[in-house]
Each structure stands twice: as C-alpha cells, then as structure tokens.
C-alpha cells in the first residue's frame, strides 16, 4: 500500500544548475500537486496536474519552473538554472476526486533542494 | 492574500494537558483539513471538516468549524510528547475545480515532558 514517493529526498545543486524533482502518486490517484515549503513557513501551492494535462499553474513562477505529469510514469517538477532562493522543500500530493465533494490530499515526504 | 493564518505561531505545554490551535481565512471553502508535520518530514492529514459541518472528532482530536466567522480549532486532548510537531489548516475554494490548497503559516506545538 504504497503512499506518495518522492526522489530524491535531497538533492544538493550549484547555481545555475538544474533540478529534476519526480513524483509518484498513490496507485490509482490521477491528479497530482506540487507544493514549495520555505523554511518556518507553511506550504505554498505551485501547480496541479492530471495525466498530460496543467490544470493549474497559478502559483508556478513564470520562468525556469516546469511540470509535467506524462501518461506513462512520475510527474516531474523541473527548475532550470537555480538560485539560492530556490533552496526549499518541494512536496509532491495526489488524490482521488469523488465528484467534488472531498479533496483528501496525501503528501509524499518531499525533497529537501539546497542550492550551494 | 494569506488564506489560512493559525494562531498561535507556536505554543509549548505539559504533557497531559490540552493544546487548542485556531486557523482563519478570508474566503468561501468547501472543506478544512488540518495536518501534521513532524521537524523535516513530509505532511500527514489528520482530518477534514466540509463547509456544511460544525464538528468533528477523530481519537484525540476535535476539529470545530465556524463558517460564520470563517474560522476553525483543533483540540488535542491529554497531549503526548510524540504530538510535538508543526500543525496546518489548509483550506480549498468553492468554485468548481479549484482543487489547490492554501496553507497558513502554521502552529508549532511543542510538548513537554
């Protein structure tokens, strides 16, 4: 009964390097999220997914952010070129919508990016 | 604008006793959640209330909802040490598919052996 998975749980880049987060939602879940994290802070929204399709990147920054969710395996959160602001943990979520009624998220452990 | 603001930021009692955490937010929901996250670790759901419900109960927790006053609690009763650990209310929106969350900042509870 496998939850979230995400990989790595941390990785180390220099700036200007790019950083390749993935994401593996609950077995069955078709609508995946992805949330940043500072440091002392709660967690702040960036994108949601399903299958091959945004449905919402309202809380994406407009350059060097991307996410894609293929037909086929993780989603995958792509930062190109970071900067030490980018340094944060990224969660990953998944759920299983029954119409609109509930929206249970389950998060994945995150990954923790330091950015040197 | 910030939608789900806990208070307090953090709160440190004995062990035994309650901890109570309160959440605001600015706007209509259809659910509240409440999770835990543990110093590092990822985020754990604890309980959701929807917007048509006043209170809920899971083990030792109580959750109560007041849409009137857009505000939620969260009571931890007889309080161990292994509940130290940041809480979040997290709310979603009323409008059709607007699934995202919005997290406040969060309470850290801290309790004393």
């Known amino acids: 009964n496998a939850g979230v998975m995400q990989n790595p749980r941390h990785l180390v880049r220099r700036r200007g390097q790019e950083a390749r987060l993935r994401c593996s939602p609950v077995?069955?879940?078709?609508?995946v999220y992805w949330y940043r994290q500072l440091p002392e802070e709660g967690l702040k929204f960036m994108v949601y997914?399903?299958?091959?399709?945004?449905?919402?990147e309202s809380g994406m920054p407009k350059e060097r952010f991307s996410a894609e969710f293929p037909k086929e395996g993780p989603s995958i959160l792509r930062i190109q070129q970071v900067v030490r602001g980018d340094s944060a943990a990224y969660f990953c979520?998944?759920?299983?919508?029954?119409?609109?009624?509930?929206?249970?998220?389950?998060f994945g452990p995150g990954t923790r990016l330091t950015v040197l | 604008s910030q939608q789900g603001e806990e208070d307090p930021q953090a709160l440190s009692i004995q062990e035994g006793e309650n901890a109570t955490m309160n959440c605001s937010y600015k706007t209509s929901i259809n659910n509240l959640q409440w999770y835990r996250q543990n110093s590092g670790r990822g985020l754990v759901h604890l309980i959701l209330i929807r917007s048509n419900e006043r209170e809920k109960h899971s083990g030792r927790l109580r959750v109560t909802l007041d849409t009137s006053k857009k505000s939620s609690s969260l009571l931890i009763t007889a309080s161990r040490a292994a509940d130290t650990a940041s809480y979040f209310c997290a709310t979603d929106g009323d409008i059709q598919g607007a699934q995202k969350l919005v997290f406040g900042q969060g309470t850290r509870l801290t309790i004393n052996p």
């Open positions: 997914l399903q299958k091959e399709n945004i449905i919402d």
């Open positions: 979520a998944s759920s299983q919508l029954r119409g609109l009624v509930s929206n249970e998220q389950f």
């Open positions: 077995k069955g879940h078709s609508h």
